[in-house]
T-cell receptor, first 113, second 115 residues
Framework: EPEVTQTPSHQVTQMGQEVILRCVPISNHLYFYWYRQILGQKVEFLVSFYNNEISEKSEIFDDQFSVERPDGSNFTLKIRSTKLEDSAMYFC???????????FGPGTRLTVT | AQKVTQAQTEISVVEKEDVTLDCVYETRDTTYYLFWYKQPPSGELVFLIRRNSFDEQNEISGRYSWNFQKSTSSFNFTITASQVVDSAVYFCALSENSGNTPLVFGKGTRLSVIA
């Protein structure tokens, strides 16, 4: 069964460093998303991406964040200068169509020290 | 603005008991979509069900059933004859039809099933 994959599973970085989180969505899906979950809290939307551009973003997704689909398979989230409060689990998701079920990857745990 | 409330933070049941997880939502849209996801201890988010606002039929899938009531803005989830493997955090989520709105999640209910 097709699934969303994410790498790395765990990333430790120092405050101020740049990180890139990688995702491979399900191949026939057209909509891509990033969410984050701070430990023990609810899942929060960051950004959605369709047709090679951002379709919606939340207040969390400020200028420090960017997304890219560099090729036909990968979907990346970049945080330019990490802060302590960026420590969270970051989930990538994809869906075949808008408002259809989103399938989530296993997540990348980002720890900023 | 859309909002999802899962008032039960934690529930603990003994194996084989039935358990219902509550979900209440708020939206101004007449067309919207409701979802349940399971997050087991391993951390991934597993899709369980999607419902649109025009389909109020209850759904049963094995030991899982969902009760959608527009009159009370609720979309409750029942696990029958619970098992230890059901132990997880369960999230209810809402997506409105207007714009490109993403999933808005509730805070989740942690279910512990004790053998």
């Amino acid at each position: 069964e097709p699934e969303v994959t994410q790498t790395p599973s765990h990333q430790v970085t120092q405050m101020g460093q740049e990180v890139i989180l990688r995702c491979v969505p399900i191949s026939n899906h057209l909509y891509f998303y990033w969410y984050r979950q701070i430990l023990g809290q609810k899942v929060e939307f960051l950004v959605s991406f369709y047709n090679n551009e951002i379709s919606e973003k939340s207040e969390i997704f400020d200028d420090q964040f960017s997304v890219e689909r560099p090729d036909g398979s990968n979907f990346t989230l970049k945080i330019r200068s990490t802060k302590l409060e960026d420590s969270a689990m970051y989930f990538c998701a994809s869906s075949e169509a808008l408002r259809w079920e989103q399938y989530f990857g296993p997540g990348t745990r980002l720890t900023v020290t | 603005a859309q909002k999802v409330t899962q008032a039960q933070t934690e529930i603990s049941v003994v194996e084989k008991e039935d358990v219902t997880l509550d979900c209440v939502y708020e939206t101004r849209d007449t067309t919207y979509y409701l979802f349940w996801y399971k997050q087991p201890p391993s951390g991934e988010l597993v899709f369980l069900i999607r419902r649109n606002s025009f389909d109020e039929q209850n759904e049963i899938s094995g030991r899982y059933s969902w009760n959608f009531q527009k009159s009370t803005s609720s979309f409750n989830f029942t696990i029958t004859a619970s098992q230890v493997v059901d132990s997880a955090v369960y999230f209810c989520a809402l997506s409105e039809n207007s714009g490109n709105t993403p999933l808005v999640f509730g805070k989740g209910t942690r279910l512990s099933v004790i053998a």
